[in-house]
């Protein structure tokens, strides 16, 4: 990957969302900048945060869009078009309810499986071909409580694996720029890192 990478991470704006499911994107994204002293700054032409650096020899854009989930592809958009760069060099990293908690998937395309986040991006952008990286918070506890779920903190017994699940979410990034999609779906796409974690607790 030579070209400029868009890494994306989706969430809601604001402390009042800031420890809930959906916002595992910005946890993700957040402890990435991070690790790499990659500072982020808003930008109200943009509507969101972002911030440059590189990551493995890559030329990275962090971005956290900051128009709340349903209207991220606004955000994403703009982003986009600033750069000059096409969806493909997108990779978006998001809460998937369909995945347990602890499970991770990487994905080349495709639809938006029911995460609005997702949607915004496919209607604002025209395309569903963009990398991504599905985050399981699940158990799913069924549609009609989908809104509720979302929207609540990790209960306690869960936020003790964040710290393991976002570092396997880092080094699975890092993996995806250094080779690619099929050696990252491989390498992590049937990982349960929550059964890692207690074999090594045992």
Not at 42 to 56: E, P, R, Y
Request: net charge neutral; aromatic share 8%.
């Amino acid at each position: 990957m030579n070209d400029l990478l868009l890494i994306t991470g989706l969430g809601n704006p604001g402390e009042k969302y800031k420890n809930t499911r959906h916002n595992t994107g910005f946890m993700i994204t957040g402890a990435l900048a991070e690790k790499y002293g990659i500072t982020g700054k808003f930008s109200s032409k943009l509507n969101a945060i972002t911030g440059k650096g590189k990551i493995k020899n890559t030329e990275t854009v962090i971005v956290q869009p900051q128009t709340f989930m349903n209207l991220s592809g606004e955000a994403v958009a703009r982003v986009l078009k600033w750069y000059g760069i096409g969806v493909e060099n997108l990779f978006v990293i998001f809460d998937d309810i369909s995945l347990e908690l602890g499970k991770i998937r990487f994905r080349p395309s495709g639809s938006a499986g029911g995460h609005n986040g997702i949607k915004s991006i496919i209607a604002a952008c025209g395309s569903e071909n963009f990398p991504r990286l599905k985050v399981g918070i699940g158990p799913d506890p069924g549609e009609q409580l989908w809104a509720g779920y979302v929207l609540k903190p990790f209960s306690e017994g869960e936020k003790k694996y964040l710290p393991e699940i976002t570092d396997v979410c880092i080094e699975a990034v890092e993996y995806y720029i250094t080779e690619d999609m099929d050696a990252a779906r491989n390498r992590y796409n049937g990982l349960d890192i929550l059964e890692e974690v207690r074999q090594q607790d045992n």
